[in-house]
């Protein structure tokens, strides 16, 4: 379930593609996918648990990642009456995702949750992790390009400007509940 509610990943996405349009938003897509591979791997690797091993590490990390993406959540909120970032003065990129996904707490949360929360292989570990990578990423693709295509669709529509507005206090709302779900839940 965690997987589907809305987290920064697919917000920041459907930004960008309000913002740039459907094709624009590849490139971020791509670097979302890459991020969020990268933190599986490190959940699976067991780097992740021993580097937030440290209370201090973990609470600088915490707290970096809380603050960039209350920074995005006010982006959003903020953008007035177009449903994009504010201000958009460039295409995010490969970079720009793979770095919202290393702070992002939901994919700590999700991949945690997948690859040591329930036994499908118990003995075949190998096996067990192929599978529970490649059905995360089907779900996660899917997911993804279905927000991007959202954000896309609504950049073509004429909505009145309180609309807009709406939708993006929606969104940054939206962006500080599951972040705050994900804070809580790390705990």
């Known amino acids: 379930m965690l997987i589907i509610t809305p987290g920064p990943g697919v917000l920041s996405l459907a930004g960008v593609g309000a913002a740039f349009g459907f094709r624009a938003g590849w490139r971020y897509l791509a670097g979302l996918f890459f991020g969020t591979n990268l933190v599986a791997l490190a959940v699976v690797t067991g ?3 021993l580097i937030l091993a440290d209370p201090v590490i973990r609470f600088v990390l915490l707290a970096l990642s809380t603050g960039y993406l209350l920074y995005l959540a006010a982006r959003i909120a903020l953008a007035g009456t177009s449903i994009a970032f504010s201000p958009a003065s460039r295409q995010p990129g490969i970079r720009d995702g793979l770095l919202l996904q290393a702070v992002n707490p ?5 991949n945690t949750t997948l690859f040591t929360g329930f036994p499908i ?3 075949a570990y190998g096996l067990e992790i192929a599978v529970k990578f490649a059905i995360i990423n089907v779900i996660w693709l899917v997911i ?3 927000w991007l295509w959202v954000g896309s669709a609504i950049k073509r529509m004429a909505l009145p400007p309180h609309v807009q507005r709406v939708i993006n206090v929606g969104m940054a709302v939206a962006m500080l509940v599951v ?9």
């Open 121 to 123: 292989f118990p003995e």
């Open 144 to 146: 993804h390009f279905l």
């Open 47 to 49: 780097l992740g648990a």
């Open 106 to 110: 939901k994919a700590y949360v999700v």
């Open 179 to 187: 972040v705050s779900l994900a804070v809580w839940s790390a705990f």
